[in-house]
């Protein structure tokens, strides 16, 4: 379940960032709209422009993302992430039938 695991963190982590919509966290991350829906679709892992903008701009680093490790996280931001986490996992749940 790596890539769908890594799908639901990225996921999680545009909500916790305050993005409700794909298409402007595609772009703050400097990707496409199709390339970030591949990555949320769990058609291939997130790459290195989604954690480096993660990190930078929200303190959510690869650790989290590749292997759902929180620890490394400041405590604000899993107050942000846990909430979004579950909001994530819940719709890949209906999505997936």
């Known amino acids: 379940m790596g890539v769908e695991a890594s799908a639901i ?6 909500y916790a960032s305050g ?5 402007k966290f595609a772009k703050a991350c400097g990707l496409s709209k199709t390339t970030y829906n591949n990555i949320e679709k769990g058609l291939q892992f997130p790459n ?3 954690m480096k903008y993660l990190y930078r701009a929200h303190r959510i680093d690869f650790n989290f993302i590749m292997n ?8 604000d931001v899993q107050q942000r992430l846990f909430p979004a986490l579950e909001r994530a996992e819940s719709e890949w749940d209906r999505k997936q039938g």
């Open 9 to 14: 963190r990225v996921k999680a982590a545009r």
């Open 19 to 23: 993005f409700e919509q794909q298409l």
């Open 48 to 50: 290195r422009d989604v």
């Open 68 to 75: 759902g490790d929180f620890a490394q996280l400041p405590a």
